[in-house]
């Protein structure tokens, strides 16, 4: 973008700092104007920016730029043709037509290519190593698994974006997150993730900029990495990011909006820069040993309220909530402080989201369930993130797998990650869920919800009540 301000430093830097000043614009009294390159808005929120865009008379920069996609509210049954939420239909129709005035690409319910916003991002390249991306959603962080700088802003903000592609912030602090040794086996980024925030708190990433590292980190999968950098927004941070490798090289290239021929050379011999210097300062620095890892789940209503599958639900507060807020979430959850978590009986179990609704994620939970039936009673199903996914599932036949095990197989979208409104579970049903949040009410009135990964998720729906995955691995 022309007028961006250079500044150079000959210092070592943070991949933060690297990303950040790329986009540097301008400092204006104590925040800095950012240049955005991508913009990608859903029908909850995108719609309401459009419009409002429109009536202030004001139009798209540069439409190429902005991408739209029917997520949050589509119904996800099989024969779909729109929304279940009550009033839903004014969002998808606002959007359709927003979208076609001014010009930009709406990924809908019936395209092949729809899906959640932060899972068909990196499948059709749109999100690219150095860029930055916005969306009106909290966990776009997601996508900085690919080495760009993404995060959520409100609807106001993505007015401004389209408007003027730059957004006006103050600068966060930098952190890097190394998670060192390995994995055990049974053990994912989801648990990764849900211990960073057990020991540091909900609010322990907040005005941060967060670099994941290490040799656990390094040793994920793109799906994996795409899991630990969507929970940053449960930790609290502004953004969060991994350096990218040839792992993010092979994967985005020839896909449809990745640069091609002498420009993907070109942008190659950038993209290795994209790393932290040796000896770059960070803000603050947090070490974690991967190897004592266990599966985590939570307990409480609140991310930082977990324990692993084997502890039992604490006596008194843990750091960062109060008595009052304790008591709260110990009735709200109908646990008994002292029990084991894994005694909880669950009534349903639900498998997708953008943290946990990939292929990979699908692979390894379909592969818990082969030849085992879902407890009687429990309401079990799949949600894939994306069309394509679903269609990679189906190919390699583990829809059929879920299927034969109880599952219930559905189409591509948010769905029950949160309740708007429309489907829900039954009022006061216990879930297991692999989604990122388990606040009160967050899949519907009286829902209790227990965060995990897709492997404890197919345990505990085989278990018929909250089960370590490790026990089916073995």
């Known amino acids: 973008m022309r007028g961006r301000a250079q500044f150079v430093s000959i210092e070592p830097r943070t991949l933060f700092a690297k990303l950040w000043d790329q986009h540097l614009v301008a400092r204006l009294n104590g925040e800095d104007l950012i240049a955005i390159d991508r913009i990608f808005l859903h029908e909850r929120t995108g719609s309401v920016a459009l419009r409002s865009l429109a009536a202030a008379d004001r139009r798209v920069l540069d439409p190429h730029r902005v991408f739209a996609v029917t997520d949050h509210i589509v119904d996800t049954k099989a024969g779909r043709t729109g929304t279940l939420v009550p009033g839903g239909d004014v969002f998808l129709t606002a959007t359709r037509e927003e979208t076609r005035a001014a010009g930009i690409r709406l990924f809908d319910v019936d395209d092949r290519d729809q899906g959640i916003v932060h899972v068909i991002s990196p499948e059709l390249a749109i999100v690219l190593p150095g860029t930055t991306l916005v969306c009106p959603d909290s966990h776009t962080c997601s996508q900085g698994a690919f080495g760009a700088l993404a995060w959520g802003i409100g609807s106001t903000e993505a007015e401004h974006a389209m408007a003027t592609g730059t957004l006006r912030l103050p600068r966060p602090m930098a952190t890097r997150v190394s998670f060192e040794g390995a994995l055990p086996s049974g053990v994912t980024a989801k648990d990764m993730a849900l211990t960073l925030i057990a020991r540091y708190g909900a609010g322990g990433g907040q005005g941060h900029a967060i670099e994941f590292a290490g040799a656990a980190v390094r040793g994920l999968d793109l799906e994996g990495r795409l899991t630990l950098c969507n929970m940053a927004t449960e930790f609290g941070a502004m953004s969060a990011f991994i350096a990218p490798d040839d792992l993010v ?226």
């Open 249 to 474: 090289f092979s994967y985005l290239e020839g896909r449809r909006y990745a640069p091609s021929g002498a420009a993907w050379r070109a942008a190659l011999a950038v993209w290795a820069g994209l790393k932290s210097d040796e000896g770059a300062v960070f803000d603050r620095e947090i070490r974690i040993d991967a190897s004592v890892i266990a599966p985590m789940v939570s307990w409480g209503t609140s991310p930082q309220s977990t324990i692993g599958i084997d502890a039992l639900v604490p006596r008194q507060p843990e750091s960062g909530l109060d008595v009052q807020g304790f008591a709260q979430a110990i009735a709200y959850m109908g646990v008994e402080p002292g029990t084991r978590i894994d005694d909880l009986a669950i009534d349903a179990a639900f498998i997708g989201s953008c943290t946990n609704g990939r292929i990979a994620d699908l692979r390894r939970a379909a592969a818990l369930v082969k030849g085992r039936k879902v407890a009687p009673g429990v309401h079990a199903l799949v949600v894939p993130g994306s069309s394509a996914v679903r269609r990679a599932a189906e190919a390699e036949g583990l829809d059929q797998l879920f299927r034969d095990a109880g599952f219930e197989w559905r189409m591509s979208g948010c769905s029950l990650c949160f309740y708007a409104g429309g489907e829900g579970f039954a009022p006061g049903s216990r879930v297991i869920s692999s989604t990122n949040r388990n606040f009160e009410g967050r899949q519907g009135p009286g829902i209790r919800t227990h965060i995990a990964s897709p492997e404890t998720v197919a345990a505990s729906a085989i278990a018929g009540r909250i089960a370590d995955p490790r026990a089916l691995v073995q």
